[in-house]
T-cell receptor
Framework: GQNIDQPTEMTATEGAIVQINCTYQ??????LFWYQQHAGEAPTFLSYNVLDGLEEKGRFSSFLSRSKGYSYLLLKELQMKDSASYLCAVRDSNYQLIWGAGTKLIIKP | IAGITQAPTSQILAAGRRMTLRCTQD?????MYWYRQDLGLGLRLIHY???????GKGEVPDGYSVSRANTDDFPLTLASAVPSQTSVYFC????????????FGPGTRLTVL
């Protein structure tokens, strides 16, 4: 079967750095996405990785290792508005997205 | 309209009733999707459409039907609602199927009693 694993919840302090991990086992791989979802709102696109390595976009970076079936999202200089759920999704061999259950990130002052 | 809209925002429905959730996008995206999101589970794909006139089944299609008569609209119909269909439903679109990032509507919260 196909499986995406993420921690259920994480807590971090304002101004700090946090790394959210995602491991996957899917039938084929055609890219990995990270989305942010604030409570009661729609998911919004954050990043996309298809090749190994680090993609940096402002305070957010995403890393991919295809051989390990592993990705992480790195958030720097945390702000209170970063409190949200972070969803990892993998595009499988049928080009459909398989979604993890999401990681709820709580930021404390 | 800017982006994707969904209607209604929320709905309480008696079991056995028929219900259509509406989704409209004005971005001229070719592909559209319907997901349900339940607590503790990832988004699950119900149905999708890669282009107007075509539809496909996702991971959890039973009890749901869709149509894609034109580019902009992608309604989801529950023919006879059951309590297990209580969920938050998100419509999404992308420029092309399976290629680009998806843009999501605000969601419809559906409760079936």
């Amino acid at each position: 079967g196909q499986n995406i694993d993420q921690p259920t919840e994480m807590t971090a302090t304002e101004g700090a750095i946090v790394q959210i991990n995602c491991t996957y086992q899917t039938s084929g791989f055609n890219g990995l996405f990270w989305y942010q979802q604030h409570a009661g709102e729609a998911p919004t696109f954050l990043s996309y990785n298809v090749l190994d390595g680090l993609e940096e976009k402002g305070r957010f970076s995403s890393f991919l290792s295809r051989s390990k079936g592993y990705s992480y999202l790195l958030l720097k200089e945390l702000q209170m508005k970063d409190s949200a759920s972070y969803l990892c999704a993998v595009r499988d061999s049928n080009y459909q997205l398989i979604w993890g259950a999401g990681t709820k990130l709580i930021i404390k002052p | 309209i800017a982006g994707i809209t969904q209607a209604p925002t929320s709905q309480i429905l008696a079991a056995g009733r028929r219900m259509t959730l509406r989704c409209t996008q004005d971005m001229r995206h070719n592909a559209m999707y319907w997901y349900r999101q339940d607590l503790g589970l990832g988004l699950r794909l119900i149905h999708y459409s890669n282009t107007a006139g075509t539809t496909g089944k996702g991971e959890v299609p039973d009890g749901y039907s869709v149509s894609r008569a034109n580019t902009d609209d992608f309604p989801l119909t529950l023919a006879s609602a059951v309590p297990s269909q209580t969920s938050v439903y998100f419509c999404a679109s992308s420029v092309r199927g399976g290629v680009n990032e998806q843009f999501f509507g605000p969601g419809t919260r559906l409760t079936v009693l």
